[in-house]
């Protein structure tokens, strides 16, 4: 492995072309179909080809939280701030520089391959296509308090005082836009911070903030413009025919004053504003009618519930447990959290919401193994969320995984996890923008259908960052988090024409070596990697760092 991940690469290849506009990449995507017949299954594999088209030309991205004082907004809001400054600032442990760590596309790597050597190389997520600078972001936003952002900040307790300092003159001439309260969809405790509303019927509240999108796109002299919902968890709202079912219902019921709530209204805002709608709350913000209508408008929309402590964990952990051939029966998931999202999931309703999300994460990696799991069994699983006003942002989580082993055998395994809530989410909410708006870039063809085509406006992609992800009807959901990274990672790979990423190394698992391509000049021999050098025993194999017998590397073949 490199020391550095490299920054730039180019593909050489007869399949792709770059110009000055667009990267166009031809690519075969191998997969199977499977078919039942006659109480057996047959298996053919497929090939389509693909051509993708990404615009190579990034444009001046605005972002608008809804929610933007509460503790993730004025925290994202803070983070690329300090970056855009370079900031520094002492703590009880040395001085700190402003990062993105815990950015998929700004700290995540990806493998090119391998070089000369037999290494593989890696590069930057962000490095695979041109992607928008998160210091180049330009944020806006709506809040039910009138806090500016720098007393946010400091309301939020989540950063050292020392960088509150820094970023104080930055961040208090930032005041959120009025937004939209409705009592009876977040807990009563959530009263005493709604002093900056938009008065007026459901409709005066959707025209307002639409013309508040239409001010800050023309304001800030943007391109585009993406909206995330960052605000309350609300209860859920009933999908009822004639009222939310469909867009011309939805649209109907906001005219009269029907039941709707702020996240739906929002998100309807933004679809007739053509912007890209990312609900990161539970609820079930984007109802059947707000599906139909981000269809209609051809505009994104993703969802639901920021993936950033216990279940990301769970998502990793479920899989390899199940994914070992044990057999996990019992899920017991507790955590308890002292920021305002802890105080409003003290009530049931917004509770439940929350509890929806959380519960659903291990469906897709049971349902793989039918050998373990017969149909319609599933473990025992259970969430616990109380507040704790003492802990604040740093959310405590509790959880327990018991599973069967062979012969009547059982293993448990516990974990305490620490999450700081808000340093978590933040570089989530960064992945979620900067991949939107990069997808908005990306159309592709077939042979058999040639004309362009973007992708669907239910933006599936990006399930490595939701709890609960929403994807296209008929659409399998996928919550194991390996394989939701490896979609992101592959659909990028295929942008510029590579292909996917399997991990088999075939190259180090022959008997005989294997010639590797040798576009970049004559191969070197490898060389073991072990931390000392170890002379040859008698078996033909060298000791490691510890002594253990490591077979020799095999030696590549020079032209």
């Known amino acids: 492995m490199e020391a550095a991940a490299a920054a730039e690469f180019l593909v050489e290849s007869p399949d792709v072309v770059y110009s000055p506009e667009a990267i166009e990449a031809r690519y075969e995507y191998r997969t199977t179909r499977v078919c039942r017949e006659g109480g057996g299954l047959k298996v053919r594999p497929t090939a389509v080809r693909y051509t993708f088209r990404t615009a ?71 490095a695979m296509l041109p992607m928008v600078a998160p210091n180049d972001l330009v944020f806006d936003g ?47 405790n959530q009263s005493a911070r709604a002093d900056n509303l938009i008065p007026g019927s459901r409709a005066e509240q959707l025209e307002q903030i639409r013309k508040d999108i239409q001010d800050f796109r023309a304001s800030a002299g943007l391109d585009k413009v993406i909206v995330l919902w960052t605000a309350n968890t609300e209860r859920f709202c009933e999908v009822v025919p004639g009222l939310n079912d469909t867009a011309e219902n939805l649209l109907r019921t906001i005219q009269v004053g029907g ?24 609820q079930n913000t984007l109802v059947p009618g707000a599906l139909e209508l981000a269809s209609q408008h051809r505009v994104f929309v993703g969802g639901d519930d920021f993936k950033s402590g216990q279940t990301k964990v769970k998502s990793v952990l479920v899989d390899f447990l199940i ?31 929350k ?13 793989s193994n039918p050998v373990l799991y017969a149909p319609g069994q599933h473990p025992d699983h259970c969430v616990v969320i109380k507040y704790v006003p003492y802990v604040g942002d740093s959310k405590r989580a509790l959880d327990e995984y ?9 293993n448990t395994l516990v974990l305490h996890n620490t999450c700081e809530d808000s340093l978590l989410a933040a570089p989530i909410m960064l992945d979620l923008v900067l991949l939107t708006e990069l997808c ?5 063809s077939t042979d058999a259908d040639p004309e362009p085509q973007g992708f669907h406006t239910v933006l599936s992609l990006l399930s490595f960052l939701f709890k609960a992800p929403l994807v296209p009807p008929g659409s399998p959901v996928v919550n194991a988090l390996f394989r939701q990274r490896s979609c992101i990672e592959n659909i990028l790979r295929a942008c510029v024409g590579l292909p996917p990423q399997n991990h088999m190394l075939l190259e180090h698992k022959m008997e005989r070596p294997y010639r590797l391509a040798q576009a970049c000049g004559p191969l070197a021999a490898a060389s073991p990697l072990s931390c000392k050098t170890q002379p040859a025993a008698a078996n033909g194999c060298t000791g490691d760092a510890h002594g253990h017998p490591q077979p020799l590397a095999p030696q590549m073949p020079t032209a």
């Open 56 to 126: 190579r030309q990034v444009p001046r991205l605005g972002v608008m939280l809804v929610g933007w004082g509460g503790n993730n907004g004025s925290t994202l809001t803070a983070a690329v701030l300090a970056n855009r400054l370079r900031l520094s600032w002492p703590t009880r442990t040395g001085r700190k520089e402003a990062n993105y760590y815990g950015s998929l596309t700004q700290s995540g790597t990806v493998s090119l391959g391998l070089d000369a050597e037999g290494q593989e190389v890696f590069v930057p997520f962000c």
């Open 323 to 353: 994914g070992s051939g044990l057999k996990t029966m019992s899920i017991v998931s507790y955590n308890h959290l002292g920021n305002n999202d802890g105080q409003n999931l003290s009530a049931p309703q917004q509770f439940r919401a």
């Open 355 to 367: 509890e929806v999300s959380k519960s659903s994460v291990v469906d897709d990696m049971v349902h």
């Open 259 to 282: 039941e709707v709530s702020p996240s739906t209204l929002f998100a309807v805002a933004s679809i007739l504003e053509g912007c890209a709608f990312l609900n990161g709350s539970p």
């Open 402 to 410: 018991t599973s069967e082993l062979m012969l009547g055998g059982t």
């Open 142 to 188: 709506w809040d039910i308090s009138s806090l500016n952002l720098a007393e946010a900040m400091r309301r939020a307790q989540v950063l050292d005082c020392h960088l509150q300092e820094q970023l104080w003159p930055h961040m208090e001439h930032l005041r959120p836009r009025p937004s939209v309260y409705i009592p009876e969809f977040i807990a009563a």
């Open 440 to 444: 908005q870039r990306v159309s592709f």
